[in-house]
């Protein structure tokens, strides 16, 4: 590998660890559970492209947003690559090439310039894309077979969800005349509202993760005012949505860590 080339895969790692996401991992050191982890966060890398597409052609934080939708391209691919090269089973491989025959048409929309009339389309690839991501993650689920799968796949469709509620909501404050929005963001606040009740319930395995649901919960109750608000606020929605998708990503890979014996 020559110097440029081994500099920019230093500087993207960087990039990507600044965003609080996930490090690349050597491929052949990927664990059953980090692979599990790494299907998940497919779902949430979708929905944050759109988010940005979003925040970009609304005028919201756009430096940021762009940083942090070009990251995102950068690591889904990653990822897919990543997730090809393990170990799984025909039914899994057959889904992640569809996964592929998705992406393949969302790069060039979410990577064109932001155009209204355009955000429609954007928004109902990106829920073909997390759909098919989804489908993913269970055959990950039901390929470890372990509780700790079940676990990083419930809570990180929280973390999904704190880019989904934003995804919808940049939407809405932007104007974009879209089929549903206003029905998918309230149905997306429920569903969020819902497993976290769903997670304090089962109790957590440790003070680690019991102390990231406490926090989690918190940053909730306090986006719930700004989504109750008759006045858009989505500087303050997209930091809220940024500090519960970390505490959220931080809390899946404590699960990712814990043995099946430790739920």
Known sequence: MDEDTELIKRCLQTALL????????????????EAMNMAGLQRSLGQIMAKDYMMIGSDVKVDDATKQLNTSVALFEDHHAKLKAHPTNDEVRAALAQVEVI????????????????????????????????????LFEKHNGDAASHSINRSGWNRVLTQRTAMFYMARAWGVQAPNLDANFEASVKEFDAIMKELQAAGAPNDEIAAALRKTDARWQFASKAFASKEFVPTI???????????????????????????
Do not use: I
């Not at 490090?23 to 559970?33: H, R």
């Not at 009339?117 to 829920?127: G, N, R, S, Y």
């Open 18 to 33: 600044s965003l609080g996401l996930l490090s690349f991992v050597c491929w052949a050191e990927m664990a059953p559970l």
């Open 103 to 138: 992406w393949t048409a969302y790069r060039g929309m979410v990577t064109a310039k932001p155009d209204k009339a355009q955000a429609p389309a954007v928004l109902a690839k990106a829920e073909e894309l997390v759909k098919q991501a989804q489908h993913v993650t269970d």
């Open 237 to 263: 929605v997209a930091v809220n949505a940024e500090s519960m998708f970390r505490q959220l990503n931080e809390m899946t890979r404590l699960y990712a860590g814990l043995k099946g014996d430790q739920l």
